[in-house]
């Protein structure tokens, strides 16, 4: 991030967003080098994958927690899409075994966060 913006948004703060916002750009970049032809097919689906994982947590953050809980479970389902559309890129030696490696890394990072998030909110709902 260059500049910080004067108008900042809660769900910013999440450390497992800014997370998942990084990885949108590393999956931005990677898919930059795959064949034309992956160019609607591979590439397209890995980005919008890993675009949704954010795009999810912010969407979901303001509503109530059954909704944040809703959306914490669609951008799961989306990094465990990443984790395919990865694999089928390695297979497809579009990247290399390392690069998969770091994806699923950053990947399983994120998705033990947001499970943890995803629990936090499931127990505060309970102790209500």
């Known amino acids: 991030m260059s500049m910080n913006s004067d108008y900042n948004f809660k769900f910013e703060d999440l ?18 080098s795959f064949p034309n032809h992956e160019l609607y097919a591979l590439s397209s689906q890995f980005r919008r994958a890993a675009d949704s994982i954010a795009l999810n947590l912010a969407e979901g ?24 559309c990865s694999t089928k890129a390695k297979r497809r030696l579009y990247i290399t075994f390392n690069q998969d490696e770091e994806n699923r890394k950053l990947i399983s990072e994120m998705t033990k966060m947001m499970s943890s998030l995803r629990n936090k909110i499931l127990e505060r709902k309970q102790s209500n």
């Open 61 to 84: 953050y303001p509503g109530s927690d059954a909704q944040f809980v809703k959306h914490i479970n669609y951008a799961i389902y989306s990094a465990n899409e990443c984790i395919s």
């Open 15 to 32: 450390q497992v967003y800014q997370k998942a916002m990084d990885f949108g750009e590393v999956v931005d970049t990677i898919v930059k």
